[in-house]
C-alpha cells in the first residue's frame, strides 16, 4: 500500500515536471520594450525559449552597454553574491555559518580600495 502511494507520488511529481519543461519550450521568443537614456540608437535584446540572450546594436558602446545591463538583469543575485564575499558581508544574508569567511576575506581589505 505504501509503495503504491509512493509511486503516484513520484509519478505526479515527474508529470508536474515535464508539464512545465513542455510549456518553457513552448514559451517561444520573449520581447520586452525598455527605454535607457545611455543609448544613442536603438539596441534590441531577444531571448529564445531557451533563455539565450541575442544582442543587436548600431555600434558597439551601446552592444557593451546593452550586455552589461542585461547581464545586470539576469545575474543581479550572483553578481551581490560575489559582491558580498569580496567584502566580507556574508554573514548579514546567510548568518553566523558565513562568519569564518567572513573574517577571512576581510584580511584581504578590499572594502577599502
Do not use: C, P
Request: charge should be positive; hydrophobic fraction near 50%; charged fraction near 25%.
Amino acid at each position: 500500500m505504501k509503495s503504491l502511494m509512493y509511486f503516484r507520488f513520484i509519478f505526479k511529481i515527474l508529470i508536474t515536471f515535464l508539464l512545465v519543461i513542455v510549456e518553457q519550450l513552448n514559451a517561444g521568443i520573449s520581447k520586452e520594450i525598455i527605454e535607457l537614456r545611455n543609448l544613442s540608437a536603438r539596441v534590441e535584446i531577444i531571448k529564445d525559449r531557451w533563455g539565450i540572450s541575442h544582442i543587436y546594436a548600431q555600434n558597439q558602446k551601446d552592444l557593451f552597454f546593452a550586455q552589461g545591463f542585461n547581464a545586470a538583469r539576469d545575474r543581479l543575485f550572483q553578481l551581490e553574491i560575489w559582491r558580498r564575499q569580496a567584502t566580507g558581508t556574508m554573514a548579514e544574508i546567510l548568518g553566523s555559518k558565513a562568519i569564518k569567511q567572513d573574517i577571512g576575506s576581510s584580511l584581504l581589505k578590499v572594502r577599502l580600495m
